[in-house]
């Protein structure tokens, strides 16, 4: 069986990422019962916190362009679209594998610290 596979490059619009940090700006905060922290959903400072992390401090086009130093493919697999990092081992002898991830994680969690592990062996 073959698949059709093409490039995929991570690229948020511009307009796209005005709006969230907008949206982010005018977030409307719920009232919070003294003391209970945790007890009833999230604790309202450290989402205060975390939102005003992504506001005023992330920088979506650091991540977008680390993301984009690996090779992104797609397909098309009974119209679902998965989404695939390919990088080819190095070394004498590089080994084929597969990692994946399910829900809720991403192929985040496993990109920085494993596939540069796996696929771009220390410098010596």
């Not at 977030?27 to 003391?35: K, S």
């Not at 990088?87 to 084929?96: A, M, Q, S, T, V």
């Amino acid at each position: 069986m073959a698949f059709d596979v093409w490039p995929f490059t991570i690229a948020a619009s511009q307009d796209a990422l005005d709006a969230l940090r907008a949206r982010l700006a005018q977030t409307r905060w719920p009232d919070e019962v003294d003391g209970a922290a945790w007890t009833f959903g999230t604790d309202r400072r450290c989402l205060e916190e975390l939102v005003a992390y992504w506001h005023a401090t992330f920088d979506w086009r650091r991540q977008e362009a680390l993301l984009n130093t690996f090779t992104h493919l797609r397909t098309d697999v009974d119209g679902f679209g998965p989404h695939v990092i390919h990088e080819r081992g190095k070394g004498p002898d590089p080994l084929p594998i597969v990692l994946t991830n399910g829900w809720p994680s991403t192929f985040f969690e496993l990109l920085v610290e494993d596939i540069r592990a796996f696929f771009r062996p220390l410098r010596r």
